[in-house]
């Protein structure tokens, strides 16, 4: 905002925690993705957008801020989020048995680990929660404060926590040591070592969030978890 009032051009605004110009009221969680109301100054439409997290809420907003600007109505606007496709391993529901998987194996970062950690909160609903984090690469000098707060985070959603990768994601288990029992806590070094653990940990009816940088292919502990859960018994997310 400070940066818009040194703008010459017109400002539109957007967004769900404070007033702005384009709004979502009564954001929910939904098994088939996040609902909301979006509201402009030309009214207000139903959306249900298919994927999930506040975070992709505001993608929405931004969207039918930029489509407010090139009148567009909002009967279009609902027509296109709805129809919107989240690219593989982003907030990706796999079912794998009985048991939900959340693939967002695509990469991390501070801000995207908060976020899927919240969408995991969020779809719990009574069922044990399993956390499967990698390390975040490229952060620089900031790295280990930054570990260790996502660690911190990630216990207040977490019944078992399972970090991966070298001294960072360590750190991801210290920071979730002082909400959450160390039993709880695992640290293996590869996502090979990962899937062997996970094949010990997993119960029915879990949800597990898989998530990590790029380099560590998460996706591999998605995928083996996948092939060694029945094909039976689906729970719905």
């Known amino acids: 905002m400070g940066l818009a009032r040194r703008s010459r051009a017109p400002i539109l605004t957007y967004g769900v925690d404070r007033p702005a110009d ?7 969680f939904t098994p088939a993705g996040m609902r909301c109301r979006v509201r402009r100054d030309d009214g207000a439409v139903d959306v249900t957008l298919p994927t999930w997290g506040v975070h992709n809420v505001r993608n ?11 009148d567009v109505g909002l009967d279009d606007v609902r027509r296109g989020l709805e129809r919107y496709q989240p690219p593989k391993m982003r907030l990706q529901p796999v079912q794998a048995g009985d048991v939900l998987i959340i693939n967002d194996a695509y990469n991390a970062s501070p801000a995207s680990m908060s976020a899927a950690v919240d969408v995991l909160r969020q779809l719990a609903r009574g069922r044990r929660r399993v956390l499967v984090l990698g ?7 900031g ?11 990630a216990a207040t959603a977490a019944d078992i926590l399972v970090t991966v990768g070298g ?13 959450m029992p160390p039993e709880r806590i695992y640290h293996v070094p590869s996502p090979m070592r990962a899937i062997e653990l996970l ?10 969030l898989v998530k990590g940088s790029r380099a ?4 591999r502990v998605v995928a083996a978890i996948v092939a ?3 094909r039976q018994g689906h729970v719905e997310a």
């Open 135 to 141: 390390e975040m690469k490229e952060l620089g000098a």
């Open 228 to 230: 060694g859960r029945p």
């Open 216 to 219: 560590l292919e998460m996706e």
């Open 143 to 153: 790295a280990e404060t930054a570990h260790h707060f996502v660690g911190a985070e």
């Open 199 to 208: 094949e010990t940990l997993l119960q029915s009816g879990d949800i597990v």
């Open 22 to 28: 384009v709004t979502a009221e009564g954001v929910a």
């Open 167 to 179: 001294r960072d994601a360590a750190e991801l288990g210290n920071g979730a040591a002082g909400a």
């Open 60 to 70: 929405a907003l931004a969207a039918a801020a930029v489509a407010r600007v090139m």
